[in-house]
C-alpha cells in the first residue's frame, strides 16, 4: 500500500475545504505516515521513498557538487542516512526538505574533508569542480520549471546555473526545480528567511547576463 492510499481514508471529510485545505492536509497525513513506517524501519517504504525522490535528489545532489561521481557516492549515502537515523524525522515537515537537509550536511561534511576548508569558504567559493559533466537526472514527472520551458531551454539553464555560485544555485534550483518554498529552503540550508531572499535575488540577477530573455521570463513567471 502506498503513502497516499495510507492516509486517503482521514483525507475524505476534508474535500469540503476546498483543493488547498486538502492538499495540505495530505501533504501533512503523508509526512506523518512516512515518519511512523521509518521509526518501524519499514523496508518497503524505504523503497518507495527512493523511487519517488531519487532524480530529485540526484538533480540536487549534481547541482550541489558539479561533480557526477561525487554526487552519485553521496546518493548513496544520503539513503542510508534515512535508513539508519529515519526515526529522527518526526513528519513535522515535508520529508524532501529533510532529505535535501541530509544531502546538504553530507556535501558539506565531504568538501570540508578534502578541502579543511570553513563552512562559508565551502558555499562562497566560486571555484566549483568538474563542470563538464553531463546533466542527465531526468524524471517521469516534471517540475513546474520543466512544464513551462522546452528542452533547448532547460539545457541552456542548467548550463548557466553551472556558472553561478553554489550558494546562489542551490537556491535556484531548490525553488525552481524542486518546488521548494522559500520557508522549506529557509530550513534546508539552515539560513535567514531573508538570507535566501536575497540569494534568490542575486542568484536571479547572476543568470539575466547568461540567458536569453524569453527563458528567463519563463523562470521569473514561476
Same mark, same amino acid.
Given at each position: ?73 553521496l ?42 576548508? $570553513? ?5 562562497? $567559493? ?54 521548494? $518554498?522559500?520557508?522549506e ?8 528567511? $531573508? ?13 539575466k ?10 523562470l521569473e513567471?514561476?
Amino acid at each position: 500500500m502506498s503513502i497516499s492510499e495510507r492516509v486517503s481514508g482521514s483525507l475524505r471529510p476534508l474535500f469540503s475545504r476546498g483543493a488547498n485545505a486538502v492538499a495540505e492536509e495530505q501533504v501533512r497525513q503523508e509526512s506523518l505516515a512516512v515518519s511512523e513506517g521509518l521509526k518501524r524501519q519499514d523496508a518497503g517504504l524505504l523503497d518507495e521513498l527512493i523511487v519517488k525522490h531519487q532524480h530529485r535528489l540526484l538533480r540536487y545532489l549534481l547541482y550541489l557538487t558539479s561533480n557526477r561521481e561525487m554526487a552519485e557516492d553521496l546518493f548513496q549515502e544520503v539513503w542510508m542516512r534515512v535508513l539508519v537515523r529515519g526515526a529522527q524525522f518526526n513528519g513535522q515537515a515535508r520529508f524532501d526538505t529533510w532529505l535535501f537537509t541530509i544531502a546538504r550536511n553530507l556535501v558539506i561534511d565531504q568538501r570540508r574533508k578534502r578541502t579543511m576548508s $570553513s563552512l562559508d569558504e565551502i558555499f562562497e $567559493s566560486n571555484n566549483d569542480e568538474d563542470r563538464g559533466w553531463s546533466f542527465e537526472a531526468t524524471d517521469d514527472d516534471p517540475t513546474p520549471f520543466d512544464r513551462l520551458s522546452n528542452l533547448e531551454d532547460r539545457e541552456r539553464i542548467a548550463s548557466a546555473l553551472l556558472q553561478i555560485d553554489t550558494l546562489h544555485r542551490e537556491v535556484l534550483v531548490l525553488r525552481f526545480h524542486e518546488d521548494l $518554498s522559500l520557508e522549506e529552503i529557509s530550513k534546508v540550508t539552515r539560513a535567514p528567511l $531573508s538570507t535566501v531572499k536575497s540569494r534568490l535575488y542575486r542568484g536571479m540577477a547572476a543568470l539575466k547576463p547568461k540567458l536569453e530573455k524569453s527563458a528567463l521570463r519563463r523562470l521569473e513567471a514561476m
